[in-house]
Structures are given as C-alpha cells and as structure tokens.
C-alpha cells in the first residue's frame, strides 16, 4: 500500500485529499472521504463564520477522523473563518485564492496543521517560513482558481524549493496520475474533479452527468480580465462569459455582476443555462461513478501497481 510522511503528519492511512470545491465540499462529502481513509475538506467559500461551524460540527458527528476546512482568502468572512476553525480545533486547514500569511500564527497556535494551495515556487517558500506542515502545488489543468503554471512544472520546481511534504492537485484523477505526481516530488495527490462523481458528493445530478460526458477539450478558462481566472466546462453561460469578458463596452463591474452565483446555481440547481460548472480538464477521464472509499482504492492500487512495474525502464 502506497504510504508516505504526509499520511503520518495528517493522520490518514491513503496519500488522497480531496478538493475544497465551494457549493460542492459539504460536511458529507468530507466525512466520507475521510471515512474512506484520505482527508476530507470542507468548502469555506463564502460562508460566515455560523455557517462554517455547522458544518464542522456536522463533519464531527459523521466521522472521528481527522478532516479539514478549506479557507478561501478572497471571502469577505474570512476572519470569522479563520477563528471559527480555531475555535473548533479543526484537525487541517488549507487556504486558496490568496496569501495566507497575515492569519497562519492564529491557526498554527490553535493546533491546527495549515496547508496553502499554491500556485508559485515563491508562495511555497512563504508559507514554508510561516509554518505550513506542507504545500498543496496546483497546476492550471485543474477546476476553479486556477494560476499559469502546469502541474507537471510546478510541482518539481516546489519539491525543490521546499523542504515540507508537498502535495500535488491538477489534472489528477486515477493510479496513472497519482503515480507520476509521485515521480514528480510530491508525497499525496489532491483530487477535486474526481470527487464530484461520487456516490456521497452532494452536487446536482446535471452537474455530476456533465462531468461523466465531458471530452478533454470541454473545459475553458474565463476571468483572466478580472484577475482570477477559473475553469469550467463549455456551457451557455461560460462561453457567454468568455465573449462579453473581450467585449470593451462591458465594464469589470457588470462582468462580475454577471458570474455572481453561477456555481451556485450550477452546483444546487442544475441550471445548465446559466450555471458555471468548474472541473478540471480530467473531466474527460472521469467516466463513472462510485463511493469515496471506492475511488480512493481505486486510485492507490491503480499507482500501486504502475510503481511497481516501473523498473521496466530501467535496464
């Protein structure tokens, strides 16, 4: 069985970590992933500081494994993020979209094991020196957030920066990926649109359908003009968003107005209209169903046994 330092820092018995998908990353699917022996994230997104804590202690009553919260920087509530997951001594927090820096010492005080998703060699470094147990290196291939570098030149370029585990997200979605993330430096792999088929995941049907049609070319990135660009499946909406997003008569106001709650409506309401469905460009891998402890088995042994045959390239 696959095993590494990251698995005994965390307290996890598989090198899996799921995504923090905002609308999508709910107690449930955190507990279950976390029951299935990887770690299970819980999406922050926007939510206030109450509505974060019920989640938390939901998670706790479905699991007594440890799981994490994932923080995005760009929330207007994140300080009350911040001291909620202090105050309900979450076991793992990983911050996106932003420096964590200004609220690592609170959490690392707190107990809290802190883990940034970075998109640079130089944010790896910095959240090194402030504390974090390990980096979560994520390549543009994958869904949401997304920054410029490529998972299969950011992760080695981290590992040799960094001297703290360093995880791999992006463009991972079976035993093939997670054997090469390996290859690359990484000691775990980070998996977001693989999740999103699962048995447990709360996400709309026409969400979890869209991703299991999807080919590889099914995925465009908008919001560049914005500053934060994010991939999601070519839909109505995206490829509208795209074309008013080059259109100088619309300002970056009424292009913000326009994606406000588009995932929310793709992810709780199915709208295939106006709805944004981020995924990764795995998506077009990603053809079938299963429960978390399945996909994660899957994984692991799938990576298990391509490591084990890699002396064939040896001779």
């Not at 929330?75 to 979450?90: G, I, K, L, N, Y």
Request: aromatic letters at 4%; proline letters at 3%.
């Amino acid at each position: 069985m696959i095993k590494s330092e990251l698995c005994e820092v965390l307290g996890i018995e598989y090198p899996v970590i799921q995504g923090g998908m905002a609308w999508i990353a709910d107690a449930t699917l955190a507990a279950a992933v976390s029951n299935a022996g990887g770690l299970g994230m819980i999406s922050a997104m926007n939510s206030n500081g109450e509505q974060i804590r019920e989640q938390i202690q939901k998670a706790k009553k479905l699991t007594d494994k440890p799981f994490g919260v994932n923080i995005m920087l760009m929330s207007p509530f994140v300080r009350e993020a911040v001291d909620v997951v202090c105050e309900e001594h979450v076991a793992v927090v990983s911050t996106g979209a932003g420096n964590p820096s200004a609220y690592m010492q609170q959490m690392i005080d707190a107990g809290i094991k802190v883990m940034p998703v970075v998109p640079s060699v130089a944010l790896a470094r910095m959240a090194e020196k402030k504390g974090a147990v390990a980096v979560v290196a994520e390549g543009g291939e994958s869904g949401g957030h997304v920054g410029d570098l490529t998972t299969m030149t950011l992760v080695p370029q981290v590992a040799d920066a960094v001297k703290i585990p360093v995880v791999a997200a992006g463009g991972i979605a079976d035993g093939r990926g997670m054997a090469a993330a390996l290859m690359l430096g990484a000691c775990a792999i980070q998996m977001g649109t693989r999740f999103l088929t699962a048995e447990e995941c709360p996400v709309h049907e026409n969400y979890k359908e869209k991703v299991l049609k999807a080919k590889d070319i099914e995925t465009l990135v908008t919001g560049k003009r914005l500053g934060h660009p994010v991939r999601s499946l070519k839909t109505p909406f995206s490829k509208m968003f795209f074309q008013k997003e080059y259109d100088s008569s619309v300002t970056n106001e009424e292009l913000e107005q326009m994606g406000a709650g588009s995932l929310r409506m793709a992810a709780m309401d199915g709208n295939v209209e106006k709805g944004s469905f981020m995924c990764g460009q795995i998506a077009g891998m990603v053809t079938e169903r299963g429960t978390c402890a399945e996909i994660i088995k899957n994984v692991t042994a799938e990576a298990e046994l391509i490591l084990r045959r890699a002396d064939k390239w040896v001779k």
